[in-house]
């Protein structure tokens, strides 16, 4: 996973602001949960297939409900 750089002051330009990363933090100080995330994002980001847009992820949840969207289309 790539670290993100902790800025000292905020941008107020920015549309999504940026969180302060815990420096303490590491695979083996995470929860199990936190362990399992980082080993599915690493699977991710190792993978050879296309990351999903959002029309794809919109094609995808609706195969996997059966066909249908929440938008009821």
Do not use: C
Request: net charge negative; glycine share 6%.
């Amino acid at each position: 996973m790539s670290h993100v750089p902790n800025k000292s002051e905020p941008d107020d330009n920015l549309i999504v602001h940026r969180t302060e990363v815990k420096t303490w933090l590491t695979y083996e100080t995470m929860s199990p949960l936190g362990r399992s995330l980082m080993d599915i994002a690493a699977e991710n980001e190792q993978s050879d297939g296309p990351a999903f847009d959002e029309e794809a992820v919109e094609e995808e949840l609706k195969t996997r409900r059966g066909g249908h969207s929440e938008d009821g289309e």
